[in-house]
């Protein structure tokens, strides 16, 4: 684990755990029914849904090992707004019962990820992360 906290940082972590997450919803969305909540039944397209989520994983997890993770945190926060978003409009309109709990939990899921996307790294006095035990 030190070694991969050594390479990605703290931020990469976190994304890390974003595609994690992003590709657990994924595969849930890829199996599961369409009428298996009021939720999907509502949205009746999984499997876009399920491609989207899986993208996201990807471009985290890329974002993660890369160092470059502008695109990476977007892309995490884009996809937990929109369905913030869905959960809000489905309640809206009656067609989830209590999707107004859900998309406060997705749209302060999307706040988290937007404040760790502006922490910068943190260094020590030598440039290095300032986590990771020397290498001397």
């Not at 892309?75 to 489905?90: D, Q, R, S």
């Not at 990820?113 to 006095?125: D, F, K, R, S």
Request: with cysteine; proline share 5%; charged share 15%.
């Amino acid at each position: 684990m030190r070694r991969l906290q050594h390479r990605v940082g703290r931020r990469g972590i976190a994304l890390l755990v974003f595609a994690g997450i992003d590709i657990a919803l994924a595969i849930r969305l890829a199996t599961a029914a369409n009428d298996a909540t009021d939720f999907y039944a509502w949205l009746w397209v999984l499997t876009p849904l399920a491609a989207l989520w899986a993208g996201v994983a990807v471009i985290c997890l890329v974002g993660a090992l890369r160092g470059t993770d502008r695109v990476a945190f977007a892309a995490a926060i884009g996809v937990k707004v929109l369905w913030c978003t869905l959960y809000l409009c489905g309640w809206v309109i009656g067609q989830v019962p209590d999707g107004w709990v859900s998309a406060a939990v997705w749209g302060g899921f999307a706040v988290i990820v937007w404040l760790i996307a502006g922490w910068p790294e943190p260094v020590n006095g030598k440039g290095r992360p300032a986590w990771t035990p020397p290498l001397d």
